[in-house]
T-cell receptor, first 111, second 114 residues
Framework: DAKTTQPNSMESNEEEPVHLPCNHSTISGTDYIHWYRQLPSQGPEYVIHGLTSNVNNRMASLAIAEDRKSSTLILHRATLRDAAVYYCILRFGFGNEKLTFGTGTRLTIIP | EAGVAQSPRYKIIEKRQSVAFWCNPISGHATLYWYQQILGQGPKLLIQFQNNGVVDDSQLPKDRFSAERLKGVDSTLKIQPAKLEDSAVYLC???WGDGADTQYFGPGTRLTVL
């Protein structure tokens, strides 16, 4: 399985943008980049995913480097409810390949 | 739309006892997953069902863990006998189709083995 590297923790001020990095230097051409987050005492929830182009949804934006060896999850205006562990996961785009979670980045939002 | 339901939310047992967890996936979701999350780690897949059939149980400790999904809907995960190292949160998730689809997680069951 291709691996991802994320910082263990990050802090950000409330109402400011947050950029969460993820390195995946061994990514293959068929791997999608998925982001899930886990709020305290809850199960993980899907945030966003992409293959090559940058992606936007109501929760976040995903910026993917041109060589695809890294990506950045962008929360445009962090709130206290965005405090969570964020997981960057590579996954083959088809079939039954499982989600393999690492330890993720623990994001703390400072009021 | 109702989410993934799990019960109980918390369970405390003595080692060597048995325990069972229940999961009701989102209506219409064909694929169901059980994960184990040990404190400080990310979730680890234990077993994946597609409808009634097992797709992946490679990381399920089959000497003590078992799971079933009757009629392709609800599922139960059982541990018998429990060990101290089984203390963890057990998460159930479901998705529409195969493993490439977005997974929706339940709140989990926190198991403490004393």
């Amino acid at each position: 399985d291709a691996k991802t590297t994320q910082p263990n923790s990050m802090e950000s001020n409330e109402e400011e943008p947050v950029h969460l990095p993820c390195n995946h230097s061994t990514i293959s051409g068929t791997d999608y980049i998925h982001w899930y987050r886990q709020l305290p005492s809850q199960g993980p929830e899907y945030v966003i995913h992409g293959l090559t182009s940058n992606v936007n949804n109501r929760m976040a934006s995903l910026a993917i480097a041109e060589d695809r060896k890294s990506s950045t999850l962008i929360l445009h205006r962090a709130t206290l409810r965005d405090a969570a562990v964020y997981y960057c996961i590579l996954r083959f785009g088809f079939g039954n390949e499982k989600l393999t979670f690492g330890t993720g980045t623990r994001l703390t939002i400072i009021p | 739309e109702a989410g993934v339901a799990q019960s109980p939310r918390y369970k405390i047992i003595e080692k060597r006892q048995s325990v069972a967890f229940w999961c009701n996936p989102i209506s219409g979701h064909a694929t169901l997953y059980w994960y184990q999350q040990i404190l400080g780690q990310g979730p680890k897949l234990l077993i994946q069902f597609q409808n009634n059939g097992v797709v992946d149980d490679s990381q399920l400790p089959k000497d003590r863990f078992s799971a079933e999904r009757l009629k392709g809907v609800d599922s139960t995960l059982k541990i018998q006998p429990a060990k101290l190292e089984d203390s963890a949160v057990y998460l159930c998730a479901s998705s529409w189709g195969d493993g490439a689809d977005t997974q929706y997680f339940g709140p989990g069951t926190r198991l403490t083995v004393l």
